[in-house]
């Protein structure tokens, strides 16, 4: 089971960081990816680490973005800085066997947070 949290309004410019809890699965045996999905839209790739430690994003959060995990804790972050309101979404974490770019290739999927940016 993956727990989402951390999501809120922020202002543009702002930061948010989103926790990813595992219970059941153990974060550093797998790929742990963060995701978004606007209504209409279809679920987009945000970033992902995989169980090497290796992390990957998408072009319109690189630099802005940073996954990381807390094997102690078996919980995954998404820190977010300068957030702008095209990251508006409600974003998900999900867990696969691979890392990868398609929502597909994630078997485990949290219940999703809602991120607003907005002045």
């Known amino acids: 089971q993956l727990q989402a949290s951390g999501g809120g309004l922020a202002q543009p410019g702002g930061s948010l960081r989103l926790s990813c809890a595992a219970s059941?699965?153990?974060?550093?045996?797998?790929?742990m990816g963060w995701f978004r999905q606007v209504p209409g839209k279809e679920r987009e790739f945000v970033a992902v680490?995989?169980?090497?430690?290796?992390?990957y994003y998408t072009d319109s959060v690189m630099g802005r973005f940073t996954i990381s995990r807390d094997d102690a804790r078996n919980t995954v972050y998404l820190q977010m800085n300068r957030l702008n309101s095209g990251d508006t979404a409600v974003y998900y974490c999900?867990?696969?066997?691979?890392?990868?770019?398609?929502?597909?290739?994630?078997?485990?999927w949290g219940q999703g947070t809602q991120v607003t940016v907005s002045s």
């Open positions: 680490t995989g169980f090497n430690g290796r992390t």
């Open positions: 059941g699965r153990t974060v550093s045996s797998y790929a």
């Open positions: 999900a867990s696969g066997d691979k890392p990868g770019t398609g929502s597909a290739q994630y078997d485990y």
